[in-house]
């Protein structure tokens, strides 16, 4: 099992500010690496797929980077909306998906 | 508009069963794999089965190998999760989710591109 660690756990910014969230996978998943948002008491909503291309809806703010076993998701101009916890995950050990255990981002 | 929408869950007694429906919108169902991804209270996501598109692959995460089926019915454009046996630690809000990507000779690369908002199942006596 591919194990996704994602640092750090809390983030606490304040808005304009730009945000960097680290996941890192156990063994490569080259650029198979998902990122979702998930809002409190939302689902989860796709926010990058293949380590770096934005899903729709998301506006350039949000980047992602990195390969094997090291990634990020960068944030800039951090608004109040982006308040919300991300989740990393790898697709490429198919079938068997792993999420990181999420980084929960404050916006103060 | 892509929408997923799950139904079936509820308080069920431990070794008790539970039925869950995802109804599928807005886009050809018959031709994407799907998904059952869970989510503890208070805790991160797991992904828990996998259904290829003609319902001929099933994949399932060990914890609930023997006890969670998953399956499709194409025509009616939805996915179910028969689960038996059910655990304190199956108490979950359960999503259903479309998954995107390709798949090449080796091996295949998808992700869940769309999620309904869940159904909740509890395992309590």
């Known amino acids: 099992e591919i194990v996704m660690t994602q640092s750090p756990a809390t983030l606490s910014m304040s808005p304009g500010e730009r945000a960097t969230l680290s996941c890192r996978a156990s ?82 | 508009e892509v929408q997923v929408v799950e139904s079936g869950g509820g308080l069920v007694q431990p070794g008790g069963s539970l039925r869950l429906s995802c109804a599928a919108s807005g886009f ?32 399932y995460v060990d914890s609930v190998k023997g006890r969670f089926t998953i399956s499709r019915d194409n025509a009616e454009k939805s996915l179910y999760l028969q689960m038996n046996s059910l655990r304190a630690e199956d108490t979950a809000v359960y ?21 309904g908002q869940g159904t909740l199942v509890t395992v309590s006596s």
């Open chain 2, 95 to 115: 999503y259903c989710a479309r998954v995107e990507g390709y798949c090449s000779t080796i091996s295949c690369y998808k992700y869940f591109d769309y999620w």
């Open chain 1, 27 to 108: 063994q490569s998943v080259s650029s198979n690496l998902a990122w979702y948002q998930q809002k409190p008491g939302q689902a989860p909503r796709l926010l990058i797929y293949d380590t770096s291309t934005r899903a729709t809806g998301f506006p350039a703010r949000f980047s992602g980077s990195g390969s094997g076993t090291e990634f990020t998701l960068t944030i800039s101009g951090l608004q109040s909306e982006d308040s919300a916890v991300y989740y990393c995950q790898q697709y490429n050990n198919w079938p068997l998906y792993t999420f990181g255990q999420g980084t929960k981002l404050e916006i103060k």
């Open chain 2, 28 to 59: 050809t169902f018959s031709v994407f794999w799907m998904s059952w991804v869970r989510q503890a209270p208070g805790k991160g996501l797991e992904w828990v089965a996998n259904i290829k598109e003609d319902g001929s692959e099933k994949y």
